[in-house]
């Protein structure tokens, strides 16, 4: 097969059962690791899966810890006035992050890279930094990677601050494999993170930090389903139910949800013509971990895998972006089926050690992920209160799903092969590429790590 039959295609142009499923993801308002939206979620997904008819529909349940969120506050005293942020437009805890009261003076540590906090002693002091990594850094830093850096140089808290306008704090994970941080952490808007700055800028500036949070054990789920022929060897296309709190998740990650539900429908109406089975899974615990693509890569034989497809990031934007990670035969395939269909897409080959792709990639499965391409950088509306349906487009997720779908139909061609290589190639590229630092100063370099790690520590 080459291309879809026509009228698969005019299908998935009318299609509207992912759109609907993005709604009623978005109406659980709260699909959190753990809480009860993200299994209503799991559960309502499973059921989308058997309405579009794919095979041996299962829904697995996998311990993980689990995150609840309280009150937060920051109170700055500058000048005979004190000022204290507590808004949900101002400020929100970040997932992982521990209880706690500190008092403490203000540091803006600025982009937060690890030149930055070089030889630098921050004892008891509040740190902030930003969400930006500079264009020309060579690699994106990330939020744990700068929360690290702050606990390590002696910071009593953390302070997290958007780069992008609009009263919008970011969230998103700092804690730890098996519980929370080692220090309290907040988000705040960039409004609030300019302000900020300018008190900085003016004085020493005291600071008191105030976070409630409740950290426990809980269960997520991985859903899944298959279609074609029921072959040992099997192509995987992925996205993950759960989103952070502040939102409702709309795009990170039902965008990519509903888009596995539109592929599985376009792949279940060509099942026979398939030569290679094709699993569907929308993991679970991805936002506070990679809970669930760990679980089942370390429950399954990744012999079996031919490859994997993730696609988490995508919906930002109308054009594909599909991140190689050096696996140019897959990349390959998806820039046929851009030609095939006339619907731009943009290729990158630099590994991205984030999302649910990576726990296969890291120990040398074939692996890329799917994304919008974007001139903003960073994840714009995602890890916000903006990240709502009405940001989204429909139009998007049928191109992008179409085009998924061909490529995931032209992967299982058994005249297809896609090797896998050397987990110790994988690493030299982190490496290369400057990933090792983050990873480490974040414990989740897995290399030199038990066997079995890190799905064993997480139990």
């Given at each position: 097969?080459?291309?879809?039959?026509?009228?698969?295609?005019?299908?998935a142009y009318r299609s509207t059962i992912g759109w609907d499923l993005i709604a009623e993801l978005e109406d659980l308002n709260d699909?959190?690791?753990?809480?009860?939206?993200?299994?209503?979620?799991?559960?309502?997904?499973?059921?989308?899966?058997?309405?579009?008819?794919?095979?041996?529909?299962?829904?697995?349940?996998?311990?993980?810890?689990?995150?609840?969120?309280?009150?937060?506050?920051?109170?700055?005293?500058?000048?005979?006035?004190?000022?204290?942020?507590?808004?949900?437009?101002?400020?929100?805890?970040?997932?992982?992050?521990?209880?706690?009261?500190?008092?403490?003076?203000?540091?803006?540590?600025?982009?937060?890279?690890?030149?930055?906090?070089?030889?630098?002693?921050?004892?008891?002091?509040?740190?902030?930094?930003?969400?930006?990594?500079?264009?020309?850094?060579?690699?994106?830093?990330?939020?744990?990677?700068?929360?690290?850096?702050?606990?390590?140089?002696?910071?009593?808290?953390?302070?997290?601050?958007?780069?992008?306008?609009?009263?919008?704090?970011?969230?998103?994970?700092?804690?730890?494999?098996?519980?929370?941080?080692?220090?309290?952490?907040?988000?705040?808007?960039?409004?609030?993170?300019?302000?900020?700055?300018?008190?900085?800028?003016?004085?020493?500036?005291?600071?008191?930090?105030?976070?409630?949070?409740?950290?426990?054990?809980?269960?997520?789920?991985?859903?899944?389903?298959?279609?074609?022929?029921?072959?040992?060897?099997?192509?995987?296309?992925?996205?993950?139910?759960?989103?952070?709190?502040?939102?409702?998740?709309?795009?990170?990650?039902?965008?990519?949800?509903?888009?596995?539900?539109?592929?599985?429908?376009?792949?279940?109406?060509?099942?026979?013509?398939?030569?290679?089975?094709?699993?569907?899974?929308?993991?679970?615990?991805?936002?506070?971990?990679?809970?669930?693509?760990?679980?089942?890569?370390?429950?399954?034989?990744?012999?079996?895998?031919?490859?994997?497809?993730?696609?988490?990031?995508?919906?930002?934007?109308?054009?594909?972006?599909?991140?190689?990670?050096?696996?140019?035969?897959?990349?390959?395939?998806?820039?046929?089926?851009?030609?095939?269909y006339e619907i731009p897409l943009h290729t990158e080959d630099g590994i991205r050690p984030n999302s649910d792709h990576w726990p296969?990639?890291?120990?040398?499965?074939?692996?890329?992920?799917?994304?919008?391409?974007?001139?903003?950088?960073?994840?714009?509306?995602?890890?916000?209160?903006?990240?709502?349906?009405?940001?989204?487009?429909?139009?998007?997720?049928?191109?992008?799903?179409?085009?998924?779908?061909?490529?995931?139909?032209?992967?299982?061609?058994?005249?297809?092969?896609?090797?896998?290589?050397?987990?110790?190639?994988?690493?030299?590229?982190?490496?290369?590429?400057?990933?090792?630092?983050?990873?480490?100063?974040?414990?989740?370099?897995?290399?030199?790590?038990?066997?079995?790690?890190?799905?064993?520590?997480?139990?």
């Amino acid at each position: 097969m080459t291309k879809l039959p026509d009228n698969v295609v005019g299908r998935a142009y009318r299609s509207t059962i992912g759109w609907d499923l993005i709604a009623e993801l978005e109406d659980l308002n709260d699909r959190m690791p753990g809480h009860e939206g993200e299994r209503v979620g799991a559960e309502r997904v499973a059921e989308t899966f058997e309405a579009v008819g794919l095979d041996a529909v299962s829904l697995e349940p996998f311990p993980i810890p689990a995150w609840w969120r309280g009150d937060a506050s920051l109170t700055v005293a500058h000048g005979d006035r004190d000022t204290t942020f507590g808004l949900s437009h101002e400020l929100v805890e970040l997932p992982g992050t521990p209880s706690g009261d500190v008092t403490g003076e203000l540091v803006d540590m600025g982009y937060g890279l690890p030149e930055d906090f070089e030889a630098v002693d921050l004892s008891g002091d509040i740190v902030m930094a930003s969400s930006l990594t500079p264009d020309n850094y060579g690699r994106w830093v990330h939020r744990s990677e700068k929360y690290h850096y702050a606990a390590e140089s002696g910071a009593a808290a953390f302070v997290f601050y958007n780069h992008l306008e609009g009263a919008l704090p970011p969230t998103g994970n700092i804690g730890s494999v098996n519980g929370p941080g080692p220090i309290p952490a907040l988000g705040v808007s960039k409004e609030t993170g300019a302000r900020l700055q300018r008190y900085c800028d003016d004085d020493t500036t005291e600071v008191e930090l105030s976070v409630e949070s409740e950290v426990g054990r809980g269960t997520s789920h991985n859903i899944e389903g298959s279609v074609g022929p029921d072959t040992d060897e099997e192509v995987l296309f992925t996205a993950h139910v759960d989103g952070h709190d502040v939102g409702t998740a709309a795009n990170d990650n039902g965008f990519g949800t509903a888009m596995v539900v539109e592929v599985g429908k376009m792949l279940a109406l060509i099942a026979d013509e398939l030569e290679t089975k094709v699993r569907l899974v929308v993991f679970g615990a991805e936002e506070t971990g990679l809970y669930g693509s760990y679980y089942w890569s370390h429950t399954h034989d990744l012999n079996n895998v031919k490859c994997i497809v993730n696609v988490d990031g995508a919906g930002y934007s109308r054009n594909l972006e599909i991140h190689s990670h050096g696996f140019e035969t897959v990349a390959n395939v998806f820039e046929t089926v851009s030609e095939e269909y006339e619907i731009p897409l943009h290729t990158e080959d630099g590994i991205r050690p984030n999302s649910d792709h990576w726990p296969f990639v890291q120990r040398g499965v074939a692996g890329v992920q799917g994304r919008s391409s974007s001139e903003e950088s960073g994840r714009g509306w995602g890890h916000t209160h903006g990240d709502t349906f009405d940001k989204l487009d429909v139009r998007d997720l049928r191109d992008m799903s179409i085009l998924c779908a061909a490529g995931i139909a032209r992967l299982a061609r058994r005249d297809v092969e896609v090797e896998h290589v050397d987990d110790e190639m994988i690493r030299q590229t982190c490496v290369d590429e400057g990933f090792d630092v983050g990873m480490k100063a974040t414990d989740t370099w897995p290399w030199g790590k038990p066997k079995d790690w890190p799905w064993a520590d997480k139990l």
